[in-house]
């Protein structure tokens, strides 16, 4: 049987995953006639897996097919091993050197929140799996091309100094990681805050029910069924258009400032900010109650301020 040059690949980590890449790519070969043996020499803390790749069976393959076909074994193999191993203690590393003041929980947070960017948790439909995609076939790319004109491969060495957009791309994922963590915990804080506000005040409402209709809008109408009147939040909710201050912060600002013992959230068929609803239903937590099929839910009239008396 004819020789077909082999490739060395040498690793310090992750050999496990390395040769179970390696197996999971053998019926490849082996429908185009090539079989696989491969073995390991220890020097110092890095092992050298020898692949020699020899043309046999009933399938004939010339040499340089062969040799193309090994090439893409080995990168598809190395590829998937980067992205599904490699990564995540590359993406420790980048913590560990640049947020390394971070306290512990902080880090794991922000572990987590890079691995839900990196595998497209952040990203609508079909984005993020083609995110995965794009990200392991730069990678492959990038191998085929250095595999392409050498037969030896450390494969550490190679991300560190072959795969230098793919670690920025890396460190980028992390410092979004970051900022999300941050704003994360500037938006408890707030809540905090607001929660404190709510419960250091006497309630200027027993009751009120919030009807949200479509375009932002809402109605605050109090346990009798009668339009909130006070003259402090007439004012601040007259024109919800103008200014820089959205309805929604508006929204928000005048439930603080009524403090109501009980908050009904009536949503109905509109389609409120989520965010917002969100913001109301933990400010308010243990004093809210949401809604979605009485006859406020049903028909609101944000323009007149009719809907009859809440049961």
Known sequence: ?????????????????????????LPFLEREGLYLDI?????????????????????????????????QYVAN???????SHFEGSLVREIIQEHYSYFKAPEQKKIMELTHLGLNGSTKKGTEGYIYNIHRKARILYKLLDYLGSNNKIILDG??????????????????????????????????HLLRYFVEVQ?????EIHVIMAEGNKYHLMDGEGETISDDELEDMLLDLSQGEVSS????????????????????????????????IKKVFAGRISICFGCDLCKKPDTDEGKYGKPR
């Open 158 to 191: 190679f991300i560190r100094f072959r795969l230098k957009e793919y670690l920025a791309e890396l460190r980028e994922v992390v410092d979004r990681a970051v900022d999300d963590m941050m704003l994360e915990k500037e938006y408890r804080e707030f809540i």
């Open 77 to 83: 193999a190395l590829s998937e091993v980067i992205v």
């Open 248 to 279: 929604e912060d508006l929204l928000i600002s005048a439930l603080i400032s009524l403090a109501p013992a009980r908050l009904h959230l009536h949503l109905g068929t509109a389609s409120p900010n989520r965010e917002v609803v969100e913001t």
């Open 39 to 71: 073995k390991e020499e220890w020097r110092g803390d890095m092992v050298f897996l020898d692949c020699d790749f020899k043309r046999g069976g009933q399938v004939p393959t010339p040499v340089d097919e062969a040799e193309v076909l090994l090439r």
């Open 1 to 25: 049987m004819a020789v077909v040059e082999g490739i060395i690949i040498g690793v310090n980590n992750h050999l496990p995953a390395i040769r179970a890449g390696l197996k999971r790519e």
């Open 202 to 206: 006497e309630p200027k409402r027993l």
